[in-house]
């Protein structure tokens, strides 16, 4: 029998594999990179905005998408799974008043099949986490949300995760998170740091985290809650476990400037 990391590894390299070629194939090809189709699921996210940035035609690919599905199942399917054990589903019997903001954000930002949503003592701190592994689209809710937050609060933390996976785009940042996690630790991840997808990659997944918002802000429309919601979240420690999944370092943006982009989307919302 092989030994875990080995045929762990042999899954990551095919997948990395996919993915270089498909790059390799993407680059010498005619295709304009600001003629990029973007993502079928982003289309659902009506609010958000997009740039000329061409991994959207990247990931548009069935190659590539199925690439990372191998890498995050791979590092995160079973840590999931161990989570799920202590946690509690968000239902009407359980957490009746976050249950019902909850299907509050679900119904103003159209999401026709909201998915499910626990509440787990894994998350510390005020924090919630949206999660694509092993084909389970899940929300995760750390115990603070339920006790500390305002309902406007609430339902700008609980908006932003819905609209992630709006968007379609949780298992390119849960590989992104882990690939800046492991970046000197794996040679295999440092090559896929070095290729075209890193700075793309993290343009992306700032764009998206600032769309994220936009849904966040749709829900709660009161930019003083989320100010002060900024505020409680950069004072702490949020994550026990999964934490890799969101530091994405330069690809994630400042608190600073998200606000600002959501002082301008105000404005015109």
Not at 154 to 181: D, M, P, W, Y
Not at 224 to 244: A, C, M, P, Q
């Amino acid at each position: 029998m092989s030994h875990p990391n080995i045929a762990l590894m042999k899954t990551i390299t095919r997948a990395y594999n996919g993915i270089r070629d498909f790059v390799d194939g993407f680059f010498n090809s005619s295709t304009s990179h600001k003629k990029a189709p973007i993502l079928k699921k982003n289309r659902e996210a009506w609010y958000a905005e997009w740039d000329d940035n061409y991994l959207s035609g990247i990931l548009n690919s069935k190659v590539v998408n199925t690439a990372f599905k191998k890498i995050a199942d791979s590092f995160y399917g079973e840590q999931l799974n161990d989570i799920l054990k202590d946690a509690s589903m968000l239902t009407n019997s359980s957490f009746p008043n976050l249950n019902d903001v909850y299907s509050d954000c679900c119904t103003t930002l159209g999401m026709c099949n909201p998915p499910k949503a626990y509440v787990t003592s894994k998350i510390r701190g005020i924090n919630a986490l949206s999660v694509e592994v092993c084909d389970m689209q899940l929300i995760l809710i750390s115990p603070d949300v339920v006790i500390r937050l305002s309902e406007k609060e609430q339902k700008f933390l609980l908006g932003h995760e819905i609209s992630h996976l709006q968007q379609g785009n949780l298992v390119c940042h849960t590989v992104s998170g882990l690939a800046e996690r492991l970046n000197d630790k794996t040679e295999l991840l440092g090559s896929l740091m070095n290729d075209a997808l890193d700075l793309s990659l993290k343009r992306w997944s700032r764009c998206s985290e600032f769309n994220a918002d936009r849904g966040g802000y749709l829900c709660c429309q009161d930019m003083e809650s989320i100010k002060t919601l900024f505020n409680r979240i950069e004072e702490g420690v949020y994550l026990k476990d999964y934490k890799s999944v969101v530091e994405l370092s330069n690809a994630h943006p400042t608190i600073e400037s998200r606000l600002q982009q959501l002082y301008k989307y105000s404005k015109t919302a």
